[in-house]
């Protein structure tokens, strides 16, 4: 879905997955040349001098194919986060079974590097706080 999202209109998809700032200005970039050259080709063809047109189809073209690629960078970057926020988690489910509190809130730390907002993480840090001795 997000996908397809991305096809039709460039940028959104980077948006959904956590790129907001570059995929905003995609949108726009797209958005904006895309209803020159529309407007160049059929709306006021008399109006907009056809050099701006392809310019501007140009430069969406250029958006359209650059969100493409940058989705799909973004995508293979959070698969391999995921892999290693997975790894890093049951490291510390590993540590706080055998008692190592230390290593576990080591593992965590890491865990919070790669992916702060992951709601597991979160709740093996409120785990080992409540274990932590005080």
């Given at each position: 879905m997000i996908l397809l999202l991305n096809i039709l209109l460039p940028g959104t998809g980077l948006i959904v997955r956590r790129r907001e700032w570059l995929g905003l200005c995609l949108v726009m970039l797209y958005g904006v040349c895309a209803n020159v050259a529309l407007a160049s080709r059929w709306i006021a063809p008399e109006s907009i001098p056809?050099?701006?047109?392809?310019?501007?189809?140009?430069?969406a073209?250029?958006?359209?194919?650059l969100s493409q690629a940058l989705y799909r960078r973004q995508g293979k970057i959070l698969a391999r986060q995921a892999d290693s926020l997975a790894m890093l988690l049951k490291e510390a489910e590993t540590a706080l079974l055998s008692g190592d509190i230390r290593s576990a809130q080591a593992a965590l730390l890491s865990?919070?590097?790669?992916?702060?907002?992951?709601?597991?993480l979160h709740a093996l840090m409120?785990?080992?706080?409540?274990?932590?001795?005080?």
């Open positions: 056809r050099p701006l047109g392809s310019l501007a189809l140009t430069i073209a250029c958006a359209w194919i865990g919070a590097a790669v992916d702060n907002e992951d709601p597991r409120k785990k080992v706080q409540s274990i932590e001795p005080r």
